[in-house]
Every structure is written in C-alpha cells, then in structure tokens.
C-alpha cells in the first residue's frame, strides 16, 4: 500500500495534482490543490490508496490527521472517497472531530455542506473511535463560538474556505465569537 509519496508537483488539476517521484507520475487526489500544495516544490504527501473493481485511485492529504479522519469518514456507511474529500475541504479536522465528539449534528451539517441525516449517521457511526482517535474531553473547545464566527465571516463576504481557514490560524484559548471574528478579519486583510 503507498502510504505517503514525496516530490515535485508537475500539475494542478481542478481536484488533483501529478506528483512526479523519481521521473514517475502519480495522480493524486486532494482538496484544494490550488492553495494547499506550491507547483514545482517538492512535497511529502500522506497518501491513501482507494482500491474498486473498476477504480484505483490515490487520495492525498498534507497531514497524518487529516488522513486518520478521511479513513474514519469511510467507514461511514453511504460516504465514499469523493464525499469524505468534499467533507474534508470544508471543514477542518479539529472541528470536525470536535463535533462528532459532542453530538452536534447542526454544527456538522453546517460546516460541512452535508444534510443533517448524513451528519447524524456520521456521529452515530463514529463517536466511539473518534473519542478514542481525539483523546481527553477536557481538550474539546466550543465549537458553537466556532460556527458563529464562520457564519459572521461568510455574512462579511468571505467565502466558508476562507473562513475557515482564517480562523483555524487563531489560537486556541479564544473562547468568543466575536473576538474569534475580530482576529480573523485582521488575518483576512493581511
């Protein structure tokens, strides 16, 4: 099984890269290839190898837990690969564990564009691993105040990726939303 893969980047497709390692050129599936990986720099990817009948597919991620949480995200009956991806680009893996780990099928569905049916099948069917997969309850934030601040942003006129992605650069300890909104619109006009 290819577990990780590093190299250069030869090109960026609208949902995948080619990776060239050593002259070889791998397709790989990722989530925002246009901002998460630099053309022409080498990179080390995490890699899980998606294995069908009719299809043989890579799918790549930067970090070791964003692949954890895609490989759990599988086990869900009805998500496939292409929906644990589209889950994944939306939403990052803290907050989605975090809501998983709570029960908050509301935060879920919102955050990741999913209907509350699929959110509530993803709790059901992995609370217990993600307990065991995150670790102590006393290290979970309020991811209410997160979903607040994500839906001020987007009523700012950003879009839910760069939302999202402004306020994971925040540092933990900020409970409120509206502080939460405050540091993110400085980090979005940088």
Do not use: H
């Not at 309020?142 to 006129?157: F, H, P, R, W, Y």
């Not at 760069?162 to 909104?181: C, F, G, S, T, W």
Request: charged share 30%.
């Amino acid at each position: 099984m290819i577990t990780t893969l590093k190299g250069k980047i030869k090109y960026k497709g609208g949902d995948f890269i080619i990776l060239d390692v050593n002259n070889v050129g791998y397709k790989v599936k990722i989530q925002n290839p246009n901002s998460e990986f630099p053309k022409n720099k080498e990179v080390e990817i995490f890699t899980y190898l998606y294995v069908r009948e009719n299809e043989l597919s890579l799918y790549g991620f930067k970090t070791i837990e964003e692949l954890g949480i895609f490989e759990l995200l599988l086990l869900v009956s009805g998500i496939g690969p292409k929906g644990a991806l589209k889950i994944l680009s939306l939403t990052p893996p803290k907050i989605l564990k975090e809501a998983i780990f709570k029960g908050d099928k509301n935060i879920l569905a919102k955050t990741a564009g999913i209907s509350e049916r699929i959110a509530q099948r993803i709790i059901t069917e992995l609370k217990g691993k993600i307990s065991e997969f995150e670790g102590k309850e006393g290290e979970i934030e309020n991811i209410s105040e997160i979903s607040e601040a994500i839906d001020a942003l987007i009523s700012l006129g950003y879009t839910r990726n760069e939302a999202l992605a402004a306020l994971e650069k925040l540092p933990p300890d900020i409970k409120n939303a509206a502080e939460r909104v405050k540091l993110a619109l400085k980090n979005l006009g940088k």
